[in-house]
């Protein structure tokens, strides 16, 4: 069940601190809306490096639709040449 309080909890932020776990944020309302999540910090550096990954992966899909995929002995062949 999610942990969902009114942001004004964060007068006592100690609480509120409490409960929040790695996979468990702590989400805060104002005037009864989502407006607020707070998380682990290794949760957050676990999905900013899951959204980079997400974008070099997007990247990549639309280079090989532009222009055209590679199989893996032109990848190896590449390779050799970049590292000499």
């Known amino acids: ?3 969902i309080k009114p942001v004004s909890d964060l ?3 100690n609480e509120v601190l409490r409960g929040i ?6 989400y805060l309302t104002k ?3 989502g407006r607020y999540a707070i998380v682990d910090i290794e949760e957050y550096e676990k999905l900013k490096a899951s959204l980079k990954l997400l974008s070099q992966l997007a990247k990549g899909e639309q280079s090989g639709k532009e222009k ?4 893996m002995e ?6 050799e040449q970049e590292n000499g």
């Open 1 to 3: 069940m999610p942990n």
């Open 11 to 13: 007068r006592n932020y």
């Open 21 to 26: 776990a790695f996979g468990e944020p702590v």
């Open 31 to 33: 005037n009864g809306r």
């Open 68 to 71: 055209g995929w590679m199989n």
């Open 74 to 79: 032109q990848v190896e062949a590449l390779l």
